[in-house]
């Protein structure tokens, strides 16, 4: 039997200014795509996907001190294969560890109630571009267009990460549930012990916490057995994860230690449109010496990330004008070429509409707009050798 594959568009890209960044001889980071790969969901799957096609596919983000890895993971019936069955989830990340935030959904995004899992990624990208590393997923929801964008910066730790939201109808909710087994898939009857710590508390197991704003805007969550490196009898420790968030974005917080995983439920402001976090898995890092690090720096943190620029630059500061005329002056020496003319007239066209809506900050349309900006983009960079070569030849 044959299957179709989900109607999503999956495409890693890596501009030409990252090469040349490498070249000068700073640091990039490292933008690997592995591909999509679709399966049948097996017996061990959740029960309402067995023998559904599985679509799996991941994008790594190499900082040169860790790397990180997300995934988008959807289902699909073939008689109705533009609708996502998310399983346990759609956005995982299953490196550095798959277990800390969880590689099969540790994010899932409700507006007014309802998950967005169930809308095909519109887009799941990965470029590279100076220090930085970008993943984003784009969906276009019946509610709202929304943007989840992961950004690495060379030689860094972490990742942030923000929540863009263009709205179809009012929010009156969203919400971002997470979900972590830390340090590994372990549970209470292998030994384990779950805490979430934050500035404030240290909770155990069956505890729940709504977090002071004026005081606890970050959590880390840990097993007091499996730290990283304990090796027992039934697995390793490989280290705890962590979040950090902008409390005035939240309207209330939630977090519910369990015995195997633990989940957190951050009720955001359905009046904003921008919302920022930031994402650690400790692996490889002690418990003592994670919190001590997270408590040092979640100050300048939390600074840093109110005023982080997420945006892409290399796009919205693409220099459409000297581009064009570059392609004018190469095309005067090929006047026969009719077709191509044409292409980077409406290449450039188009680009200036998909650039101006990136200018001003919030506007409606943007993230579509920054997608197809970025792939005409693309196009152009790829297409401009061949141009060069044919203007060179025909001087002669």
């Known amino acids: 039997m044959k299957y179709l594959r989900p109607t999503v568009v999956v495409a890693a890209v890596v501009l030409m200014g990252s090469s040349l960044w490498a070249q000068s001889g700073r640091v990039a980071v490292q933008v690997r795509d592995h591909g999509a790969n679709t399966a049948i969901a097996g017996p061990t799957a959740p029960k309402h996907v067995i023998g559904l096609p599985r679509m799996m596919h991941d994008i790594s983000l190499n900082t040169g ?32 560890n798959d277990a800390n935030w969880y590689s099969g959904g540790f994010f899932d995004l409700k507006l007014n109630g309802q998950s967005i899992g169930s809308t095909m990624a519109q887009t799941f990208v990965g470029r590279s571009t100076g220090d ?29 990460a923000q929540l863009l939201i263009e709205p179809k109808v009012e929010p009156t909710q969203v919400s971002v549930n997470l979900r972590c087994y830390p340090s590994g898939f372990v549970n209470r009857s292998a030994g384990a012990e779950r805490h979430a710590l934050t500035a404030t508390k240290d909770l155990k197991v069956g505890e729940r916490l709504t977090p002071d704003p004026a005081a606890e805007y970050w959590v880390n969550f840990y097993d007091a ?15 705890s994860c962590s979040l950090l968030w902008i409390p005035a974005q939240l309207k ?64 919205a500061d693409w220099p459409l004008a000297k581009k064009l005329a ?5 095309l ?6 009719k077709a191509a003319a044409e292409r980077y007239d409406q290449w450039s066209r188009e680009l200036e509409e998909h650039l101006a809506l990136l200018k001003t900050t919030g506007q409606s349309g943007a993230i579509v707009a920054e997608g197809k900006a970025l792939g005409i983009i693309a196009e152009w960079d790829k297409s401009l050798p061949d141009l060069r070569l044919q203007a060179l030849l025909n001087s002669f």
Request: with cysteine; proline share 7%.
């Open 326 to 330: 570059e392609a004018r002056t190469l």
């Open 252 to 315: 209330e917080a939630s977090f519910n230690v369990g015995d195997y995983g633990s989940e957190s439920v951050l009720e955001l402001d359905p009046s904003l449109r921008d919302f920022r976090f930031v994402f650690f898995d400790h692996t490889g890092v002690s418990n003592a010496d994670a919190q001590a690090a997270l408590r040092s720096r979640a100050p300048e943190l939390l600074e840093q990330l109110a005023g982080f620029a997420f945006a892409d630059s290399s796009v």
């Open 132 to 160: 930085r590393g970008y993943v984003d997923y784009v969906f276009d929801d019946p509610q709202a267009v929304v943007r989840l964008r992961f950004v690495a910066l060379a030689g860094d730790d972490c990742l942030h």
């Open 332 to 337: 005067a020496d090929l006047p026969e070429d």
């Open 65 to 96: 001190k860790i790397t990180y890895a997300l995934r988008y993971t959807i289902c699909h019936d073939p008689k109705a294969p533009t609708v996502g069955i998310p399983g346990e989830g759609y956005i995982g990340m299953p490196q550095p």
């Open 225 to 239: 057995v499996y730290d990283a490196g304990v090796v027992m009898p039934t697995a390793t420790g490989r280290g």
